[in-house]
């Protein structure tokens, strides 16, 4: 300390320090200036970029605008022959998982990711093109659907009838035994405006094979049949092999995928289900989903228990107080009786507002009013509620005597859509006038439809029903899908008298395999990727297709190598077309699906 050196070895190596410290942080400050300008030069680029190619999209569509993305090929092995009827949300095979109470282990239960099988299901050996409508109403290949314990069972019955290679559909079934035409002209003369298009839409809950659906068609009335997958085996499998709506599906503890005020007409005949059991939340289920004004049908016990009780294994006396019962608990949830005569009764859901004021008013009330927190539509995975739904006044407006009769009601705006975010009358104007020219190029690009080649239509994710608008005049019919996820259109797709229903294409969808002549699908892809692996539901689209069925998918250009390839691995012939405007953003996919056989099979 004394000779000062202590002190100048720390000033020196603090001078270095202190350098070299102002040197880093020149270095750092220099690096964010060059790092800044990096960025910012990029965002400029990137900026120039959308903008040119904006602008070169709209000058010159022939140029791509973004990168395609792509896959690795792939072929999809075939399922063994145990596939043949897999119904993958309602397996039989997983039933034992889940509970008996009111029969749910018959709704729906999808396999989870781990669980779902990525091949291809084969049909059943001996497989044929479907017969073509009209003729299918009455007749179809015994081996496309090779089931004979319905025909065993129900051969008293006339249901169906096995004649050499094929299945006959005579009309019959236990409420009917003069026939389904019969039965139904008797109902016509209990509901007038089943003649003059009042009626439209309708549900048949139990529906056996279908037959009264089917008689139906003729009469201007579009009915979707309802039946769970038991032990009848294919009764949905039987309705859509002939060219009729079906759809699996239960009233069990989840409310059906319909929205609120959605029928005109609901029909059971012996359908056996409890009605008046766990305070009624069936039938809560029926008024929830048949609209102010509509009819509920009921035909077989305890209807004309008078006449008809020997038939049930029970007593008069029983089969009476099942039907004041019934009775007593439709006038409490504002059914009135509108008409009876011998087997067929019919109840009218009211539109009076003074009825649903009066339950609201009796705290004691059973089933109470349901409340405002209750959304009538919600009906994707939604328990029953055991309580009324009430109809508002544009709920009332909508009700028969009130919305246009069959077809006007087609080109009318509903009221409801104004609950559409964006919904307007002009905006289904357009949307119609869009659609209209869409299927005249479709009908270009694909011959076949508009013919009696294509007769079970699903456009996979609809917004108005504007593609099933467009075909109301060709020999089809179009299950109209409104997902889950987006807003919810589906009561204006109703409204129009036409049928449809929720769904949410990470799943399977609620039908047999080789049930669908068409599947039309509208930039799925590019509105839930982020959700639904694209895989997978091509391969559901392929279990539902018939073989030699088509498919027509409108995506963004960005998807189509993708798509193509994950086609090809499916067997599926492909081309691309251009849309009816030649965009080069969007594009048309036309695929065919080819029809083969199990290389385990004779055929």
Not at 437 to 458: E, Q, S
Request: hydrophobic fraction near 35%; charge should be positive.
């Amino acid at each position: 300390m004394k000779n000062g050196k202590q002190t100048s070895q720390p000033e020196k190596g603090y001078s270095r320090i202190l350098s070299l410290t102002v040197l880093f942080i020149g270095l750092c400050g220099f690096s964010f200036y060059l790092g800044g300008i990096f960025c910012s030069e990029r965002d400029k680029i990137e900026a120039k970029d959308v903008t040119s190619t904006t602008t070169k999209a709209v000058a010159s569509p022939k140029e791509l605008t973004v990168s395609p993305m792509q896959v690795k090929s792939v072929s999809f092995p075939e399922c063994g022959s145990g596939f043949q009827d897999y119904t993958p949300c309602t397996d039989p095979k997983r039933w034992k998982r889940y509970g008996v109470h009111r029969l749910s282990f018959l709704e729906r239960h999808c396999p989870p990711v781990y669980e779902k099988n990525e091949c291809l299901i084969p049909p059943p050996d001996g497989y044929k093109p479907p017969i073509r409508w009209p003729k299918s109403r009455d007749q179809c290949w015994y081996k496309n659907v090779p089931y004979d314990w319905i025909n065993k069972q129900k051969s008293n019955q006339h249901w169906l009838k096995k004649e050499g290679d094929k299945f006959h559909f005579p009309g019959g079934g236990t409420m009917f035994p003069r026939g389904v035409s019969h039965y139904v002209d008797q109902m016509q003369d209990l509901i007038p405006g089943m003649k003059d298009g009042t009626v439209r839409t309708a549900i048949d809950t139990g529906c056996g094979v279908a037959s009264w659906g089917g008689d139906l068609l003729d009469r201007g009335i579009l009915s979707l049949s309802l039946a769970p997958r038991d032990n009848h085996e294919a009764q949905v499998q039987f309705a859509l092999e002939r060219g009729i709506p079906a759809i699996l599906g239960i009233i069990s503890t989840q409310r059906l995928p319909f929205p609120s005020n959605a029928f005109d007409m609901a029909h059971c005949s012996r359908c056996l289900i409890p009605w008046t059991e766990f305070g009624g939340i069936y039938l809560l289920e029926i008024h929830r989903i048949v609209r102010p004004g509509g009819f509920w049908v009921l035909s077989g016990p305890p209807v004309n228990y008078k006449r008809r009780w020997r038939g049930w294994n029970t007593t008069m006396e029983e089969q009476k107080s099942d039907y004041d019962k019934l009775q007593s608990l439709l006038t409490s949830m504002c059914f009135k009786k509108y008409a009876q005569k011998d087997d067929i009764a019919v109840w009218q859901k009211l539109s009076d507002k003074s009825c649903y004021d009066k339950i609201a008013k009796n705290m004691e009330a059973n089933p109470p009013k349901c409340d405002d927190s209750i959304e009538p539509d919600s009906a994707w995975y939604t328990p029953l509620r055991p309580c009324v739904v009430a109809p508002t006044v544009k709920v009332k407006n909508s009700g028969l005597g009130s919305i246009p009769k069959w077809p006007e009601r087609l080109n009318v705006a509903p009221e409801r859509i104004s609950d559409v975010h964006g919904g307007s009358a002009s905006g289904l104007k357009h949307d119609d006038g869009k659609w209209k020219n869409r299927v005249k190029h479709y009908k270009k690009v694909l011959p076949a439809l508009g013919t009696d080649k294509i007769r079970n239509v699903m456009d996979m994710n609809t917004v108005y029903g504007g593609l099933a608008a467009s075909l109301v005049k060709d020999p089809v019919w179009v299950m109209n899908v409104v997902s889950s996820y987006v807003a919810n259109t589906l009561p204006v797709v109703f409204d129009r008298g036409l049928i449809g229903t929720y769904h949410d294409w990470c799943e399977a969808f609620s039908t047999y395999p080789r049930t669908y002549d068409l599947l039309h699908l509208d930039s799925l892809f590019t509105l839930e990727s982020q959700r639904c692996e694209m895989k997978y539901v091509l391969l559901e689209m392929d279990r539902i297709l018939r073989p030699s069925g088509y498919v027509i998918i409108r995506e963004s250009s960005y998807f189509m190598d993708a798509i193509t390839t994950l086609a090809k691995g499916m067997r599926w012939s492909c081309r691309r077309e251009e849309t009816e405007y030649a965009v080069e953003s969007e594009k048309i996919l036309v695929c065919q699906k080819k029809l083969w056989f199990s290389s385990n099979q004779t055929s």
